[in-house]
């Protein structure tokens, strides 16, 4: 047995050392959005780092088995998970954030002339004459991003890529979709979403680069 395996506790890149030579595909990103997700819950030390224990690795080695065997859902796998290793603790339901635009104005510290700038370049929009949580974050971002002097206009080119990124997402799906099985839409909604945590994974580390460049490091 190994130091690593030995220890009680192990980084989340010890576990992707224990169980790449099984699941060569498997990434620190699907471990990532596989917690995301509330099928593994790593304890975290007082810095934030994960700490994955030999439990964490058998579910792992079980959900990666399943969908690699099976081509199971997540859904199929949290349910079979929870026979095999117990059923993990409820988490409360989230409640969905539907806000009026006074509402929107007020919880994210804009003005309604900013708010109006952010409709006019597509950064967001009201369903039904209400924002939701994802509009308050962009509502926010867009405030705080002010700060520096950059206003929605600067922006477009932001939702450009976004707009592009989720077009690769939408090219991935659609031969799932197209299948018409059961278990399509479930396996297309989590393709979806690994695909769009890689993507933002990767964007971040360009958007580090570049701005390493700029400073000459």
């Known amino acids: 047995m190994t130091s690593q395996a030995a220890r009680s506790h192990m980084s989340i890149g010890e576990v992707l050392a224990l169980l790449q030579g099984e699941f060569p595909d498997v990434t620190i990103s ?3 959005f596989l917690e995301g997700e509330g099928l593994i819950e790593p304890e975290r030390s007082p810095s934030g780092f994960r700490k994955f224990t030999h439990l964490h690795v ?6 990666l088995t399943e ?13 079979r998970m ?5 059923r993990p603790r409820a988490v409360p339901d989230k409640q ?10 007020e919880a994210a510290g804009i ?14 929009a009201p ?7 994802e509009a308050l974050k962009v509502a926010r971002t867009v405030g705080a991003l002010a700060r520096f002097g950059l206003g929605a206009r600067h922006l477009r080119a ?9 077009g690769l997402v939408e090219q991935s799906v659609a031969p799932v979709l197209k299948r018409r099985s059961p278990g399509a839409i479930g396996e297309a909604e989590e393709t979806a979403r690994e695909l769009s945590n890689l993507l933002l994974d990767l964007h971040a580390s360009l958007v580090r680069t570049g701005v390493r460049a700029v400073l000459g490091r």
């Open 30 to 32: 699907k471990i990532r």
């Open 58 to 63: 058998e579910q792992l080695r079980f959900i």
């Open 67 to 79: 969908q690699r065997d099976h081509y199971l859902p997540l859904r199929v796998i949290k349910d």
């Open 82 to 86: 929870a026979e095999s290793f117990g």
């Open 96 to 105: 969905e954030v539907r806000l009026s635009r006074g509402e929107l104005l």
């Open 111 to 124: 003005d309604e002339e900013t708010l109006a700038e952010c409709e006019d370049y597509g950064l967001l």
């Open 127 to 133: 369903v039904a004459r209400r924002y939701d949580e």
């Open 158 to 166: 932001v939702r450009a890529a976004a707009e592009r990124e989720c």
